[in-house]
């Protein structure tokens, strides 16, 4: 997967909410900083072509809706981050954020309980 701008990831989580959307609902989703309407039809565009959205033509107007999933894209930026950030270390990310006092030592049981449930 080509790596999304912060714009597109923001695009993104828009589109996976509405399911299926024309430029102008994803538009009246933006609450900050709207763009112009055709820097987001632009960004949307984009998103096309990296494999992200496909869209229904209905005469000169398109429906965009992703082809990837959230949990897919989720999936492949924790690789990355964790890969990136943490050198490919689960163990590395999870003392990481128990030393940033992210997660607690409750949750840390809760989720050894999770996964030994799951074996």
Known sequence: M???TNKEEEIMHILWKLEKAF???V????KEEQ???NTLSTIIRNLEEKGY???NAYGKTHQYYPIVTK???RK???NVAINNYFNNSYKNMVSFFAKEEKISVEDLKEIIALIEKDK
């Open 2 to 4: 080509e790596k999304l």
């Open 27 to 30: 538009l009246a989703e933006i």
């Open 53 to 55: 959205v496909s869209y």
């Open 71 to 73: 949990e897919d894209y």
């Open 35 to 37: 763009p112009h309407y």
């Open 76 to 78: 492949g930026f924790m």
């Open 23 to 25: 430029v102008k609902d």
